[in-house]
């Protein structure tokens, strides 16, 4: 596949010697389309009225979702006492807290840290947009999505994302499927025929659903993994194809931080944005009640003991803080992703100025 500028992008690895000056040459022009896309979507938001924050990298809870997986490290005292910390794998919980200290547009563009995750789409170490705005339904960060990734092909030079044989045009709108809809059509499961009307899930009936489909069931699967399965090898490989798809309303065990949807408390005001089979993007209305939300972390980390051996604490602050944060909506998107696509690299290596040493 060829890349806007002319040349194959390098089949490069986390192993590449990257700083060589031929390797860095053939990279170069990729780095230089990042930095000024870069520019522009801080231009973008500074003139839609958005004060740019910095969150602590440092945190006592990484965040509480089943399937993230955090760097640790300590924090000693003069005396030697150490303290468990984190390197956050997103800067939700201070914009939320900053949210709650009276801020109402935000964006932080900076890096986080995610363990257990290397590949072409896929770096420890990456860049992150997140954007919040006080008082305004997460429909308005659909409208964001469409126009960052026009701002982001235009500021490239391209009128088309191509990647793993699909195309995309980031100019058109895009289209907005519920994951009910998505699947129906891309499965042929009836997905909330497993929802009750409280959000509670049977797990019986999905995977009868999913071995109907063709979807392999482990006897120690629950409805969260028939559920992923189902995404990962059906739905997702087909979003995103000739124009974006926004893909909504998610069933609420699915997502830990975002609020019921009033017209069917099943689901919850989440989305994300995908192009080309890629994710991009994960938007919520947010969640503000604090007792609902540590309710929600529990069940998070129990399954992440039960999954990985493992759990993380929860930050009371950022419990303390949602009790005063006002209504809002709050979108992150994965920045090098978005500018692999735009400029036709095919890992994310090739988009990052200097990749994090180790092997895929």
Known sequence: MSSLFGFDALPSSPTASWWRADVHADRR????????????????????????????????????????????????????????????????????????AGEEKIFSLGKVWRNRERGPLHHPEFTMLEWYRAGQPYQTLMDDCATLLALAAETAGT???????????????????????????????????????????????LAAAARAAGIRVAEDDGWADIFSRIIVEKVEPRLGEGRATVLCEYPISEAALARP???????????????CGVELANA??????????????????????????????????????????????????????????????????????TPVAGSA
């Open 261 to 275: 949807k009033d017209a069917d408390p099943r689901v919850a005001e989440r989305f994300e944005l995908y192009a």
């Open 284 to 353: 919520f209305g947010e969640l503000t009640d604090p007792a609902e939300q540590r309710r929600r972390f529990r069940i998070e980390m129990d399954e992440k003991a039960r999954i990985y051996g493992e759990r993380y604490p929860i930050d009371e602050d950022f419990l303390a803080a949602l009790a005063s944060m006002p209504e809002a909506s709050g979108s992150a998107l994965g920045f090098d992703r978005l500018v692999l696509l735009a400029t036709g690299a095919r890992r994310i290596e090739d988009v990052v100025w």
């Open 29 to 100: 022009p990729f780095l230089l389309a990042r930095n000024r896309i870069t520019k522009a979507f801080r231009a973008w938001f500074e003139g839609q009225g958005f004060e740019e924050v910095e969150a602590a990298a440092l945190q006592v809870s990484p965040g509480n979702e089943a399937h993230l997986h955090a760097f640790a490290t300590e924090a000693m005292t003069i005396s030697g006492e150490a303290s468990p910390l984190y390197l956050h794998t997103s800067p939700e919980f201070a914009c939320k807290k900053l949210l709650a």
């Open 159 to 205: 009128t088309r994302f191509d990647f793993r044989g699909m195309a995309c045009d980031p100019f058109a709108p895009p289209e907005r499927l519920s994951v009910a809809e998505a699947f129906d059509r891309h499965a042929g499961v009836d997905l909330l025929a497993s929802v009750a009307p409280d959000g509670s899930t049977d797990r019986d009936a």
